[in-house]
T-cell receptor, first 111, second 116 residues
């Protein structure tokens, strides 16, 4: 299976609820990033967490990283309909330049 | 406006007819990369470039060529396109490799290529 796998593949919640997406990876990384993609559009960078960090916040986003379990989670609090999109994690390993993206989690936030 | 510009946005071509997808960034980024996105397969890296005249293969380089003669441009060349190269293509750039900048990678809007 591919490095940087997201779980779940699809998530549907009501506006105001929290959304949690998980990402697992296989090899050592330098950093892990989360991206958002609206249908058919380019990816937009959300947040970066380095391998020596455990948690990071940005607005309504909270990212955790557990390098011992090779996993990360993205929490979106108080979700809004505008958060509806696909979310991807991407790992960047010590082989400078190579990156691996997961298949993504499709989030639907119902108003 | 800081951006990565890809052209064309949409392209339909026939098998074997050489084509080039252009990518240009105006942020003076050293690093540029090409990805293809297919349903169920996520984004897969095709080629990347750490700086001018330096290019390396990603995970799926077969059937593609790139060049980096100047910092701002990183064209993707398909010498003899085949139907299995039908996909959505993205170009991305960042200040350094591994996306170790505050902003991570900046992506273009994508090129939807259909090879018939």
């Amino acid at each position: 299976s591919q490095q940087g796998e997201e779980d779940p593949q699809a998530l549907s919640i009501q506006e105001g609820e929290n959304a949690t997406m998980n990402c697992s990876y296989k090899t050592s990384i330098n950093n892990l990033q989360w991206y958002r993609q609206n249908s058919g559009r380019g990816l937009v960078h959300l947040i970066l967490i380095r391998s020596n960090e455990r948690e990071k916040h940005s607005g309504r986003l909270r990212v955790t990283l557990d390098t011992s379990k090779k996993s990360s989670s993205l929490l979106i609090t108080a979700s809004r309909a505008a958060d509806t999109a696909s979310y991807f994690c991407a790992t960047f390993n010590t082989n400078a330049g190579k990156s691996t993206f997961g298949d993504g989690t499709t989030l639907t936030v119902k108003p | 406006e800081a951006q990565v510009t890809q052209n064309p946005r949409y392209l339909i071509t026939v098998t074997g007819k050489k084509l080039t997808v252009t990518c240009s960034q105006n942020m003076n980024h050293e690093y540029m990369s090409w990805y293809r996105q297919d349903p169920g397969l996520g984004l897969r890296q095709i080629y990347y470039s750490m700086n001018v005249e330096v290019t390396d293969k990603g995970d799926v380089p077969e059937g593609y060529k790139v060049s980096r003669k100047e910092k701002r441009n990183f064209p993707l060349i398909l010498e003899s396109p085949s139907p299995n190269q039908t996909s959505l293509y993205f170009c991305a750039s960042s200040l350094q490799g591994q996306g170790t900048t505050i902003g991570g990678y900046t992506f273009g809007s994508g090129t939807r290529l259909t090879v018939v």
